[in-house]
């Protein structure tokens, strides 16, 4: 399978903070890579998909980047709504796999 | 409006049985892939089973292949994961998914809210 690594765990940031996570997969996932927020005790919703394309209706705050294996999900001003545990994800391969997860804060 | 609903969990013994069910309502049922994906309790997401739009092809995670098995009845917009041997390693809030196109899983557009199911003696 491939494995997804997630960085940070989670962090501690400003209102207004530019925020950025990285997620580096095993191997090239060929931009195969979706971003999800979860927000506590509630279903994970899509952000990003294909590495860095907006779902419908997300704030365009939220952005991805990266290729191969080396993926940044940012968020350029972070709001006191975006508290929650953000995952990447993997579809190049069977199966999807996912990262760990980072837990946003508001310091 | 895309909406799942999730139904059928619940606390049962080790190696016991559960299904699942999933109502889908808002989009062209047999267009697009389902999948499963849980949550154990304070943990992160593990993709589980997935089924095409049509139904006819399925896939599993090596941690629950021989032991669940997913469905898809097209004529109740309802897909479902049937449970059997169930181990405590199972339990976690289960959430069906659907996926941006009909084939192989891959990216979830759309979530149920979950059940939990609990495997405890």
């Known amino acids: 399978d491939i494995q997804m690594t997630q960085s940070p765990s989670s962090l501690s940031a400003s209102v207004g903070d530019r925020v950025t996570i990285t997620c580096q997969a095993s191997?090239?996932?060929?931009?195969?890579l979706n971003w999800y927020q979860q927000k506590p005790g509630k279903a994970p919703e899509l952000l990003i998909y294909?590495?860095?394309d907006l779902a419908t209706g997300v704030p365009s705050r939220f952005s991805g980047g990266g290729s191969v294996t080396d993926f940044t999900f940012t968020i350029s001003g972070l709001q006191p709504e975006d508290i929650a545990t953000y995952y990447c994800?993997?579809?190049?391969?069977?199966?999807?796999?996912f990262g760990g997860g980072t837990k946003v804060e508001i310091k | 409006e895309v909406q799942l609903v999730e139904s059928g969990g619940g606390s049962v013994q080790p190696g016991g049985s559960l299904r699942l069910s999933c109502a889908a309502s808002?989009?062209?049922?047999?267009?697009?892939?389902i999948s499963w994906v849980r949550q154990a309790p304070g943990k992160g997401l593990e993709w589980v089973s997935g089924?095409?739009?049509?139904?006819?092809?399925?896939y599993y995670a090596d941690s629950v292949r021989g032991r669940f098995t997913i469905s898809r009845d097209i004529s109740k917009n309802t897909v479902y994961l049937q449970m059997h041997n169930l181990r405590a390693e199972d339990t976690a809030i289960y959430y069906c998914?659907?996926?941006?196109?009909?084939?192989?899983?891959?990216?979830?557009?759309?979530w149920g809210q979950g059940t939990l199911v609990t495997v405890s003696s």
């Open positions: 089924v095409t739009g049509s139904g006819g092809v399925t």
């Open positions: 191997q090239n996932i060929n931009n195969y």
């Open positions: 294909d590495a860095s």
């Open positions: 808002g989009f062209i049922f047999s267009g697009y892939a």
């Open positions: 994800q993997q579809y190049d391969d069977h199966p999807p796999t």
């Open positions: 998914a659907k996926d941006q196109g009909p084939a192989a899983p891959g990216t979830f557009d759309y």
